[in-house]
């Protein structure tokens, strides 16, 4: 079974920058369309961003309004891995972070959806001056 493996988390201060990865082994990660999520603590698992696979006929990639403009996602299938690379980070991005394959449209839209059964360990980013 498909197992994801989060890492890059950290303490960062305000305004500070981190990139997390996600990585596979044993699965080509581009046979899927991956989601970040982030669960802070006493609140629900929300979707922050999610990318299809680069052979999709429609290529794409989206983000949570609270995340435009500060967070970027990518591939490098080169390493097998998917990136969230954070940038202008606020101290209520303080959560633990996760990937997971995600659902994606008729349109072949990502959606931050992720398929259940998938959650690893995560990744904990501290936002904390």
């Known amino acids: 079974q498909l197992q994801l493996v989060e890492s890059g988390g950290g303490l960062v201060q305000p305004g500070g920058s981190l990139r997390l990865s996600c990585t596979a082994s044993?699965?080509?990660?581009?046979?899927?369309?991956i989601g970040w999520f982030r669960q802070a603590p006493g609140k629900e698992r929300e979707g922050v961003s999610c990318?299809?696979?680069?052979?999709?006929?429609?290529?794409?990639?989206n983000y949570a309004d609270f995340v435009k403009d500060r967070f970027t996602i990518s591939r490098d299938n080169t390493k097998n891995t998917v990136y969230l690379q954070m940038n202008s980070l606020k101290p209520e991005d303080t959560a633990v972070y996760y990937c997971?394959?995600?659902?994606?449209?008729?349109?072949?839209?990502?959606?931050?959806?992720?398929?259940?059964?998938?959650w690893g360990q995560g990744t904990q980013v501290t936002v904390s001056s």
């Open positions: 044993g699965f080509n990660l581009d046979n899927y369309a």
């Open positions: 990318i299809t696979s680069t052979t999709s006929s429609n290529y794409n990639t």
């Open positions: 997971a394959p995600v659902l994606i449209t008729v349109q072949a839209m990502c959606v931050m959806k992720a398929y259940p059964g998938y």
